[in-house]
């Protein structure tokens, strides 16, 4: 049997030595692909366009086999092509070489046949793009009950599984759903003994596939199948007497709606601080004072004090014209904000993520300015708590998911509008999407810099506008997987994105998208499971446990680690250290530079797998905590400065 190479994978023998044969991986576009070198290799990679690549720069993660950051290869927008080779010096454990979807670039890695590789492939999400005729290994334990998996993308159409000890074959027809969160699957025969499969990709193309019930990992060689490693790792955190700033608000955005009473405890549960509403303006215009009762409610009843709302049309309609029906739903809604007194901070944005969906900048800002002077002629607004945001940007650093996004950045937008009203815009919002990948959330600091860099830094080093991530979820729009949206998965990503958001102090707002499931878009914190009944999903509880150990200011934090995310807060003489570790390695986690933590019984509690708090040992001496921290989990660590 001769393999074909993965995603046009070719084997180039030469001579008769397996160790001096080069293999091909390519073209990914979301995935893991995990080296064991014995010997010295090199990495060569080489990438070209996918799609909307002169809009969006990347960035791909080499790993140690300690999980430590080895080299983060930095790709910019104006670079569609290119190539790089790095270093894989000799090692025992897997590296691990992440592309994090989604990819707007076809990625090929080269590596020597003597280094043994495996992929792991994203699920529900494409992970490739492939020629005809590619042929895959994958391993099933015994006992285990596995079960092959894929989705159709216009590309490969069948899988074809065949047990290569005794030939039988599972046939796996990949069809269209209505929805993008549904897949085609097939379970496997279990085995009382390790069973070696090969894999045949029908067709070519864009391809998602995937293992459930077993590894999720396929070579082009059989011979390199092999259990991943996870070397423990350690991580020395140092915390800084300095305070970076105050902590955002955290929130979520809510239904245009009273929420049903049987959600009352479960909203109380998340403890949303902020806020995101639309305002329909052909609705308010014809029921005036409609929305005032459910924002007196969420005020009063729930304690958000911060919120920000996108006007639009019915069915949250983006493009509006600067019109009777705009202005008359612009007046209702400052009417209703007066009505509810100076209470706490009303942002508005004046159309939702305009770089996606206006004709043009110039559109954009013309419609813009038109109801930006209707609001400056109600001087009572402003009185009242409100605030004016732009440009409420599909994406800040990247492009939107269009034609022309190259042209349709959020901070380039942002920095227009800044040029020509920014004496009367008090914030700068943005929605961010599509950084599905753990390894990448860092990302989200890097936006949230850039923000801050955009608007400039007072004497105190506060951001001369508040910065309001009013929007963010693992995927945009319905492309949703519920590998993602509704297993712990979700905590993780959240509970990194908090961290990482809010690392510099700059951030006033951060809210997840959206408060419950809806039927085309169940990315919610709350899932429905009938009528009024509603449940919290893993993220909610993340949520619930992150929002327990919050406090009012962020302090400055060193931690060197790469798969483990930590955010110092600090209100008065409490103190909490929060954070995650992202992959099933273990960790032992040590903080330095906390004055008085062993004097005071630090106490440490874990949100796993299992969705379950519990509390955990912490070993303290001389000023120094040190804990056991699994794999995929959450802590807190709290403590009281005497």
Known sequence: MKPCSLLALTWLWAASSLHAAPMQWGDIRDGSL????????????????????????????????????????????????????????????????????????NFKVFHDSATRAQFEPAKVHFSADVPSGVELYFRVAAGEQAVL???????????????????????????????????????????PQDEIWRLSLGGSG????????????????LRQLHPLQWTPAQVELSLKPQVRGPSPQLGIALPYAEPPPSTFELLRALGPRAANFYSFVDVIKAEPERELSFRKLYRETFGIDRDITLLAGT????????????????????????????????????????????????????????MLEHTKANPEARAAGVRIAMPASSRLLDGPFRIGAGQRRGID????????????????????????????????????????????????????????????????????????????????WWASVVINASQDGLLDMLNWFQAADEPEYPKGMLAQRNGQSFSLKPVAVAQQFIQQHWLAQVQALDNPAFEVDALALQDG????????????????????????????????????????????????????AVFQLPGETLFALTWKTL
């Open 149 to 191: 998996a894929g989705k159709y993308y216009g590309g490969v159409s069948v899988l074809q599984a065949v047990r290569l000890s005794d030939g039988q074959r599972v046939r796996l027809q990949l069809e269209e759903h209505p929805q993008y969160g549904e897949f085609d699957q097939v379970a496997l025969p279990e085995a």
């Open 315 to 370: 069915g949250r309609r983006a493009v509006l014209d600067a019109d009777s029906t705009s202005f008359a739903g612009l007046d209702a809604w400052l009417a209703d904000s007066v009505r509810l007194g100076n209470q706490g901070l009303h942002y508005l944005a004046f159309a939702d993520e305009p770089n996606l969906n206006y004709p043009s900048y110039g559109a954009f800002a013309s419609y813009f300015t038109r």
């Open 34 to 105: 995990y080296l064991q070198a014995d010997t010295a290799d090199t990495l060569q990679l080489r990438w070209s366009p996918a799609w909307q690549s002169d809009a969006n720069q990347e960035q791909l993660y080499l790993l140690a086999p300690d999980g430590q950051l080895l080299q983060q290869l930095e790709i910019r927008a104006d670079q569609p092509y290119g190539q790089r080779d790095v270093p894989l010096p000799a090692a025992q454990g897997d590296y691990r070489l992440q592309v994090p979807g989604y990819s707007f670039r």
């Open 413 to 492: 937008w942002a920095r227009q509008l800044l040029a020509e009203h920014g004496h009367d815009i008090d914030a700068l919002a943005w929605h961010e999407w599509m950084v599905r990948d753990l390894l990448a959330t860092r990302r989200y600091r890097n936006s949230v810099r850039a923000a801050a860099d955009l608007v400039g830094l007072d004497e105190q080093g506060r951001p001369r506008k508040a910065l309001l991530l009013s929007q963010t979820n693992i995927s945009s729009g319905p492309d949703l997987s519920p590998y993602q949206q509704d297993t712990h998965y979700a905590a993780l």
């Open 206 to 221: 864009k391809v998602g596939f995937w293992l459930d019930g077993s590894a999720n990992l396929f070579a082009q060689d």
């Open 573 to 624: 003489r409490r103190h909490s250290l929060l954070g995650v570790a992202k992959t099933p390695r273990a960790q032992t986690i040590a903080l330095s530079g906390a004055l008085q933590i062993c004097q005071s019984g630090p106490s440490l509690a874990l949100l796993g797998p299992d969705g379950r708090r519990r509390s955990a040992e912490v070993q303290c001496s001389d000023g120094r």
